[in-house]
């Protein structure tokens, strides 16, 4: 219930005393008006009429004084009322208002009463409120502005961390290095004169001494007496310079036993720059060296193989020339004396003599041809090789000429692609190209033969084939064929010493080519050689 | 051209195999001859000199001359045939077993008149004899003695 309410109900209640009071006062006058009557009991003083209307009237008074009264007490509570609830509504609105936030309303202060106190009252706290509320912001501000530079620092904080984590790597990294350093190396220090001033422990460990031994001690300590002087003077001259030195010393231990090392001398400077001494940084290699040494050693001794190759090759080919050469001359002799023999006493002895005679010829016969293979073989080698064009095309054309005859009896087709100018021995690629045409004819088949000459250009060299669809040779045995005086066929079969592939092979040798073959058994087979395309060679 | 007549052949040859292979060549040619045979350089000069034991010697038609010879070698006779006036005109055939193109190109720059490499082959030896005699006594005109 609203205080309005309350007032105007308690003033109404006030109003209802009087109006009591009012009504049991008439009803009072009412009852001596009665009483008067009866007790006079003068029917004629006052009839029944007129008492009635007299109730009436003054019943009809009070009635009209009531509700004018009840109406006058309205108002003034309402009035009342009124001047009670306003500043209440008021105060009610500005705490409300000032409740929002509001701080700087003011509640109007009308009445020196409770209301116009409590307003009073309620502005000075609406005053403090604000003014702390003021603080509170100032404070917040404070707290803005804290939190910022917290996070300044915490964001600092975790720079620096990160710093010295990356400090603390560093310097893990750097132990670590040092600590590999040391593993692997041999690090020490000297002061300008060279007198030693720190040594680390594989330093000290190879060279047998102790550190105490060491230390103030120079590098000569360790000289081995290998280097001359010079080389030291060049050491010095360079880290006086304030430059690195590099370069691989051997040194010798306390006990005499000898190391070599991979050294690396700089200058120590100081913060101003200034040679303050030297730093050393030493690997051992030893074992490299003496790797080295035995490599070079090898490579001498293989060098001298070779050299010893050479001229044992020289001089068995010298031997095969002389040889077969001198050995012609005897040969002569037993050939011409058997012959002599069977011309002169053929016939005239008994028939195993004259078969005797007939081995003798037979066998003198077969070294003569042996030895003229062997001189002719030992040429390809002997002789000077003179390299000049030679138009290939135009060797065939006249190798077959020279081998007419043969073409024509076996019947022979022969093709050949057109072939190049190259820089060769003339006279060796002609007996070449003679030896592969003439065995392509030789070994042919049941067939007709047909040989081609090709020729390819593959990268720097000339790849020339003769394909021929002969007999064919079993690829087990091709190792064997280029091989002197080795033979696939019987003599009766096949004649020959077993000297033209050997040959052949030389002559591709000499040329600084390769030579092999592609064959199948009954189909036929495919010389390959290849000539190394020198200036001067030219494709037509 | 030999008309019959007999020639006078000095084979120099130290190697008796061979002297004997040349001579059954030449019994067998159709020219009749006379071989002389001496088996050093030395020897062959004072041959064709006339000179020592060799003073009834007639001067040869023909020279068939080896070049390795003790003593004195073929290329040393062959040099001084050709120098000495009275000798130059002798035919001289090398027949040796040397191919060395040193020894051929020497000898003919010592004008030899011709150079031979022995056949290894016994009959190629006894055809090429005959040749030499039937070119040098049946083909070709020699100067008078």
């Known amino acids: 219930m609203s205080i309005r309410l309350r007032l105007i109900f308690s003033l109404l209640t006030i109003a209802i005393v009087p109006m009591a009071f009012t009504s049991l006062l008439l009803f009072t006058n009412l009852k001596g008006v009665i009483v008067k009557n009866f007790i006079n009991e003068s029917p004629s003083l006052v009839t029944n009429e007129v008492l009635l209307s007299e109730i009436n009237s003054i019943g009809q008074l009070s009635l009209i004084i009531c509700f004018v009264s009840l109406f006058l007490i309205l108002i003034i509570a309402v009035s009342m009322a009124q001047t009670i609830s306003r500043p209440l509504k008021l105060l009610e609105f ?28 309620f502005n000075q706290m609406a005053e403090n409120l604000k003014k702390v509320t003021a603080s509170k912001n100032e404070l917040n501000k404070e707290i803005d502005r804290r939190s910022k530079v917290e996070f300044l620092l915490l964001k600092r904080t975790k720079e620096l961390e990160q710093l010295s984590t990356t400090l603390t790597e560093e310097k893990k990294m750097r132990e670590a290095q040092r600590n590999a350093l040391n593993n692997t190396a041999l690090v020490s220090e000297t002061d300008l004169e060279g007198k030693i001033v720190y040594v680390n422990d594989p330093f000290v460990k190879i060279s047998k001494y102790t550190e105490k031994e060491l230390l103030g001690q120079d590098h000569r300590i360790i000289n081995s007496g290998y280097h001359p002087h010079s080389f030291f003077e060049n050491l010095w001259s360079t880290i006086s310079q304030g430059k690195v030195w590099k370069g691989e010393i051997r040194n010798r231990a ?21 040679v303050m001494g030297y730093i050393s940084i030493r690997f051992i290699i030893t074992d490299r ?96 090789k003179e390299v000049k064009k030679t138009d290939c095309s135009l060797i ?18 022969i093709t050949h692609d057109p072939l190049p100018t190259i820089m060769s021995d003339e006279l060796q690629v002609r007996q070449l190209f003679q030896n592969l045409i003439g065995n392509a004819i030789k070994f042919k088949g049941d067939k007709r033969p047909e040989i081609h000459v090709g020729v390819e250009r593959e990268n720097n ?69 290849t000539i190394p395309i020198i200036k001067g060679d030219k494709y037509e | 051209m030999n008309n019959g007549k007999l020639v006078d052949i000095l084979l120099v040859e130290d190697n008796a195999g061979d002297v004997v292979l040349t001579r059954k060549a030449l019994e067998k040619s159709k020219v009749l001859n006379n071989v002389n045979v001496v088996e050093d350089g030395e020897e062959a000069l004072e041959y064709l000199y006339g000179r020592g034991k060799y003073a009834s010697a007639t001067r040869p038609d023909l020279v068939l001359l080896d070049l390795n010879l003790p003593n004195k070698g073929g290329l040393d006779v062959l040099l001084e045939i050709k120098e000495v006036d009275e000798l130059k005109q002798i035919p001289v055939v090398i027949l040796t077993s040397s191919e060395a193109e040193r020894d051929i190109v020497k000898s003919y720059k010592l004008h030899a008149n011709c150079y031979i490499q022995k056949p290894v082959d016994f009959k190629q030896f006894v055809d090429v004899v005959k040749r030499i005699e039937g070119f040098w006594f049946s083909i070709v005109m020699l100067p008078p003695k």
Do not use: C
Not at chain 1, 94 to 121: Q, T
Not at chain 1, 396 to 413: R, T, Y
Not at chain 1, 490 to 514: F, M, Q
């Open chain 1, 94 to 121: 500005g705490v409300k208002f000032v409740g929002k936030g509001n701080l700087d309303y003011k509640l109007n202060v009308e009445s020196d009463d409770e209301v116009g106190r409590v307003s009073l009252a």
């Open chain 1, 254 to 274: 306390k006990d005499g036993a000898l190391y070599w090392v991979d050294t690396a001398i700089g200058p120590i400077l100081d913060d101003e720059h200034k």
């Open chain 1, 289 to 384: 060296k003496q790797l080295e040494k035995s490599l070079k050693e090898s490579n001498q001794e293989l060098d001298q193989q070779a050299q010893r190759l050479k001229i044992s090759n020289e001089e068995l080919e010298q031997f095969a020339y002389v040889a077969s050469h001198d050995l012609q001359e005897p040969l002569r002799m037993v050939n011409s004396y058997v012959k002599l023999l069977e011309e002169e006493y053929k016939g005239k002895l008994d028939k195993e003599a004259d078969k005797y005679i007939h081995y003798a010829i037979d066998g003198a016969e077969r070294m003569m041809l042996l030895i003229n293979d062997l001189l002719a073989f030992s040429r390809v080698g002997s002789q000077r």
């Open chain 1, 396 to 413: 065939l054309e006249e190798l077959f000429q020279d081998l007419k005859l043969v073409i024509q009896e076996n019947k022979a087709s």
């Open chain 1, 461 to 529: 060299e000339w790849k020339f084939s003769v394909r021929d669809n002969g007999i064919g040779i079993d690829l087990k045995q091709s190792d064997r064929i280029f091989v002197i005086f080795q033979r696939l066929h019987s003599r009766d079969k096949y004649p020959g010493t077993g000297i033209g592939l050997a040959i052949s092979k030389k002559i591709v040798e000499r040329h600084n080519g390769r030579i092999w073959i592609e064959s199948k058994l009954g189909q036929g087979t495919t010389f390959f050689f």
